[in-house]
């Protein structure tokens, strides 16, 4: 259907609605931001996994299509809660995050082991068949690795760029959470990465990720608990 009678048609309905992937990351960020900014939406699951998503739905009908472009319109049209900073050295550095989780962290870590273990109408990514250890193993080390980064930069400024969360936590805590739904992350070996995910995990905003269940693929046991 073409955009402009989607966009006709959802003018008269009085509810934002996201087009997602349950385990996606960037439907997660997606997800995240509309939780932090306090809007109200329904989210409906995406019946064609390969499409470019998430897709965003407006009050007035805009409809908004690819992760970059939810960020642009969510950032320009709902800034009273501000997720990226106008300081210019602080927005550069959350900037920068959010462009190391959805470029290194995805493809070095999250590819590599939630793409194997879940499948396509989940993530939005085909799988070929049986999960490759040898490839999770890669993407395990990559992890840990990462663990190690954001657990330096937690401990030194309460979050990951400052104490006030960010787009910066929101874009890596939406790898982790999808990760961590199949207990990948080792955090009893990260400290200090384990109390910023705790810390994120308990907002507000992250209440609707931790309900998710894959229909046979239950969550590990603290997925949703508010610790380890």
Known sequence: MPSYRLAQTLDCVPMRRLTHLTLSPPSRVARLMLGEKRLAFDPVSAEDPQAHLPVFFDLDGTRVE????????????????????EDPAARADCLRWLDWAMGPLGERATRKILYEKAAQRFTGAPTAGAPDMNVIRQGREALRAALTVVGKAAETNGNLVTRECLLADLAVAAHLSALDYFGEVPWSEHPPAGEWYVRMKSRPSFRSLLSDRLPGQPPVMHYAELDF
């Open 66 to 85: 690819g992760l970059w472009a939810v960020i642009d319109h969510l950032e320009g049209t709902y800034p009273d809660r501000a997720l990226v900073p």
